[in-house]
């Protein structure tokens, strides 16, 4: 399943990368709001989390669907600015009915408001549409879009001021050190857009992330199919460092489309056919007995075949799998080959894995 955003005919200017400081603040209150999905940032979560005010914690936590499992789209600036004070004048411009569609489906947690229906500021019928999906969710969620259809500009200037309040807590201190390594990326993006083209561009940002081989499309592998058009707008890349593993893309219709990625770093994640492929290679027991097997020591296919009472033919077959997945290396030694297993893109795959084999 994919986001395939529409690029015919669009000039290679249009395809920007560049930093935002108001989307890497969205992604440090993700990290905030789910640190299970980045446990090499836990500390620095927990650090925050200790040294906020009760009163800047509270705000998080009654907002934190516009962030949590997605971004509210005004959070992912298509046009970024220097400072962080500048970007939220810029969404302080967005009209009500915008700023509120957007945030409503966050909170929601719901495609189904939709850009270009009756607006629930005007319209009855959509207002108690909404507030049905929001309370659905959770009376923090209802509340919030109580608020948010009643006053909206008392919601938009408090979720600002909140997000200013980040700022001064913890966003300031770190910005100017992940602004260097943003910088570093930016310099790779565009030398290679420059000087080798937007395939090149597109693949240093993510296996995940292509060009569709007739060029006219750029192909985002995301959790449901949409499609989005960049003509006359662009398309803007925003990297991230807190954002790892994430990757972001902003599609809806009225946005110009973004994507935010992880910076490449230690660690950087695989793509998610590579995963299953690995995953397709440990399902079989017989695979799974010959990898623990591996992991003690290398061996070679008559070694495996003797150990297990296989034909070398069908140890072939099964070692040849596990090694186009890249759970195990080999290495000749005169008329032997001897297979080992990778044990760091095996530890990749979750240590419950890694122990279950070194047993």
């Not at 001064?168 to 993006?189: G, I, Q, S, T, Y």
């Amino acid at each position: 399943m994919t986001v395939r955003i529409d690029i015919a005919g669009l000039p290679p200017e249009r395809l920007r990368f560049a930093a935002s400081p108001l989307a890497e603040l969205t992604a440090m209150l993700h990290v905030l709001a789910e640190p299970g999905h980045h446990p090499q940032l836990g500390g620095w979560a927990a650090g925050v989390w200790a040294g906020l005010r009760p009163e800047l914690a509270e705000r998080l936590r009654e907002a934190e669907f516009l962030w949590r499992s997605s971004r509210a789209d005004f959070l992912v600036p298509a046009r970024p600015r220097p400072t962080l004070a500048g970007e939220l004048d810029e969404v302080d411009r967005i009209d009500d009915e915008t700023y509120v569609a957007a945030a409503l489906i966050t909170t929601c947690g719901s495609n189904r408001v939709h850009f270009g229906a009756p607006s629930p500021l005007a319209d009855v019928t959509a207002r108690e549409r909404a507030l049905d999906l929001a309370q659905a969710r959770g009376a923090l969620q209802e509340a919030f879009a109580e608020r948010l259809l009643t006053d909206p500009a008392a919601v938009r200037a408090r979720v600002r001021q909140t997000l200013e309040q980040c700022g001064e807590a913890f966003f300031d201190a770190a910005w100017p050190n992940v602004a260097v390594r943003l910088a570093a990326d930016l310099r790779l993006k565009n030398d290679l857009l420059e000087h080798k083209g937007v395939a090149a561009a597109l693949a240093s940002v993510s296996g995940s992330v292509t060009l569709a081989p007739d060029g006219d499309s750029i192909v985002v592998d995301k959790l449901q199919d949409n499609a989005t058009s960049a003509r006359g707008t662009g398309v803007t890349f925003l990297p991230s460092v807190f954002g790892h593993p994430h990757l972001v893309a902003i599609h809806a219709p009225g946005w110009q489309p973004v994507v935010q990625y992880p910076v490449a770093g230690p660690g950087e994640p695989v793509s998610l056919e590579t995963v299953t492929r690995r995953l397709e290679a440990l399902a079989h027991p017989v695979r799974l007995r010959l990898l623990r097997t591996l992991a003690r020591g290398p061996h070679t296919t008559g070694e495996l075949a003797d150990a297990w009472a296989l034909s070398p033919p069908e140890v072939s077959r099964h070692l040849v799998v596990l090694r186009r997945a890249g759970l195990l290396t080999a290495q000749r030694q005169g008329r032997y080959v001897r297979y080992t297993v990778n044990l760091p893109d095996l530890a990749g795959l979750g240590s419950d894995l890694l122990t279950a084999v070194l047993r």
